[in-house]
Structure formats: structure tokens, C-alpha cells
């Protein structure tokens, strides 16, 4: 702890004016001088034993000394001016320097729960996309053929049945309807389109409405959720948004091109009613795709963060 001391206090005395270095030296020596030039000068007297006589020794090292005692309190109160100032310069530096690691840790906590809350949102997102797949793979058809239809294929039947019917109905009568169409077809099965309907509505909105995704990671789950959208359930969907009740969907099959497997024969048809803009049947999630995915990166298989699911991009 001494020597420390020592090296800080040789370190101040350093920094000190030229004149205050001399002056502290002259005010180091003056009392050996004035002792060694008062004993040459009465060293053949012996020492008293009066107080008269020690008290004028006493105005003797006064008047020859105190000034610089003065000066050396001086260089003293400089050298503590310094040493202060030096050590609030040192304190404001490790300020400084606490201040921008603080911040720095604080920027990478931001990042850490940025990522974390995509990431859960992202792997939630990716639940009900696996969801929406089993619901559509529970959809089935006893036909009797081997079995009877399933998944996409259930849709794409109901769906060519329900053009034909709604066709066979122009220039009659009895003119229906896309919806009366559907609904004609499908009979008691709509609380199995309903549902489905329902499920790809709920995660539209969630992945539209997020704060946790930036515009292209938006525009990228938006894709993987129309990938699913095959050209049955697309028609349903766009047939659903010929009533105002269902304004909401169309403005984000509008936003996101959610109905782009639609058959492009009945576009001009679907797009009557002023609900649906010629952007719900456009490029744009292929856009999307395009972008986000590398040329070797099999398109039917799209990856979500901490899940993995098949795009049913097939009418199977």
C-alpha cells in the first residue's frame, strides 16, 4: 500500500508547475540551511538554558522560514486540487465506460428477448399450421371408390361439384349464387368447411396483426400459411368473401394474395361482388417465397423456427 502511495503522490508532484517544483525544494532545504548557517554561526556558544534565549531561536527559524512553510502549503493544496481532479476524471472514464457496457448488455437482452418472443411466436404459429393440416386431412368423403376422399382431394371434388352446379344455374330461373351453390353441394357439410375456414382465418389475422415479425418474415409465414391453401379451399375462401359479413377475410386474402390457387377461369367471376381485389388471386406470396427461400430449397417442405411442416401444395 506504501509504495503505491509513494509512486501516485512522485506522480503528482511531477505534473506541478516548473515554479512550484523549485519552490517546494527551496522549502524542503531552507530549515536544514537555516539550522547549519545558525550552528556556524554560534557554534562557540554553548547551548542555553533560558527560555529568552530559545525563545528569540525560535523567531530566528520563523523568520527565515515560515514563507516557505506558505509556499509548501500552497504546492500542497495544488497537489490535492490535482490528485482530485484526476481521480473524478478516472471515476467519470470507468462512468463512461459502466455506462456504454451497460448499454451494450442491455441492446443484446433487447435482441435475446426480440428473438426469444419470435421464436415462441413462431413455433405457436407453427402448431396451428399442423393443426390446420390435420383438420383438413380429417375432411373425408365416403365415395366408393376405395374408400371413399380425404384432405385436398375432399375439397377439390366439393369444389368442381360446386362450379358445375353454380354454372349449370347461369341463363335459368332459378340462377344461384356462389354461396347457394356451395351450400347446395356440400349439403350438411358445412360445419367441416366452417371450421376449416375458421382456422385459416384465426392464424391470418395472428400472423397479420403481430408486433413480434418484421414485413418479410410476415410476408414469409403468410406463405407458408397459403401453401396449405390448395385451389378447393382457395375457391371456398373466395366464395366465403362474396358476403360483406366476411370483410375482414377478404382484406387479408386481398393483402396477401391468400386465394392465388383459386382457378384462374372463375377470377373475373369471384371478383364481382367488390369485396375481392384482383390481388387475392396475385403473385404475391410466390413473390414471398421466391425471396425467402434458396433456388435449392424444396418448396414443399418450408421450415418454421422450432417446428417443421409439409406444405400441401398438392390436391392430394
Known sequence: MGRPQADSNWRVFRRLPALMQAGAWLAASAPVVALVAYAVQFRTHE????????????????GSIGWLIGVITLCAVYATYTKEREAHSDQERHATA??????????????????????????HVATLVQLLIDSIQACHHNSGRDGGISGHTYFSLFAEETVRCYTASLGTPRRLDWTAARASVLGGRDSEWNSIRSQIELLARLIDSTTRLDSADRSYMMAILASHVSSGVALFLAIDCQSSENKHLAELLNKYGLARSAPSHLHSDLLNNGLLRPTAFGLKVEEALEERLPPERDRNSIPITGARVTAGLSES
Not at 47 to 62: A, H, I, R, V
Not at 107 to 121: I, M, P
Request: proline share 2%.
Open 47 to 62: 547551548l542555553s538554558s533560558t527560555p529568552e534565549s530559545w525563545g528569540q531561536f525560535g523567531d530566528y527559524l520563523g
Open 98 to 123: 459502466t455506462i456504454e457496457l451497460l448499454r451494450d448488455q442491455n441492446k443484446k437482452l433487447e435482441e435475446q428477448l426480440r428473438q426469444a418472443g419470435q421464436h415462441a411466436f413462431e413455433t
